[in-house]
């Protein structure tokens, strides 16, 4: 038995604990994860082949993960207290569910019929990074919005 056989379903059980918890943002950090999971996706992206078709999976993964996020961005926020410059988070079961199918489709392209599918790999690399930034732009828009309006009461 191969060790990330075991590795990858712990990992995909203590992310989901994890993202159904209540947490709290601090607006000054929200850059920090979109940053590194642009660093990791362009890593894991630099030995790829770029023909038109896994380019097009690409493009296709980033912006379906930033309407993602920002969905899962505008079910969750529950409040945002502009003093602190915190947001804080409810969960989203449905965010929950839509998280593991994720993991099981990239566990099922890493280990399932045909593990050197390149292109399906990078389309979910690009779809988990593009959800991270697209709920990190809109946490930042929320945050300015309710900044401003109390600015101006």
Not at 11 to 16: G, I, K, R, Y
Not at 122 to 135: S, W
């Amino acid at each position: 038995m191969r060790l990330e056989t075991i590795l990858f379903p712990v990992m995909a059980v203590l992310m989901l604990v994890r993202m159904s918890r209540r947490r709290a943002f601090r607006v000054g950090r929200l850059w920090i994860m979109p940053a590194a999971m642009v660093v990791v996706v362009g890593f894991g992206l630099s030995r790829l082949d770029c023909s038109p078709a896994v380019l097009t999976g690409l493009f296709t993964g980033l912006l379906a993960g930033v309407v993602l996020g920002i969905m899962r961005a505008k079910m969750s926020i529950d409040r945002i207290d502009v003093l602190a410059r915190t947001i804080r988070i409810k969960p989203s079961i449905w965010f929950v569910l839509l998280f593991g199918a994720v993991f099981g489709l990239k566990a099922f392209v890493r280990i399932g019929l045909d593990s050197s599918f390149q292109g399906a790999t990078a389309f979910i690399l690009c779809l988990t990074a593009g959800t991270m930034c697209g709920q990190r732009w809109r946490f930042y828009q929320a945050f300015a919005r309710a900044s401003a309006a109390e600015t101006i009461t």
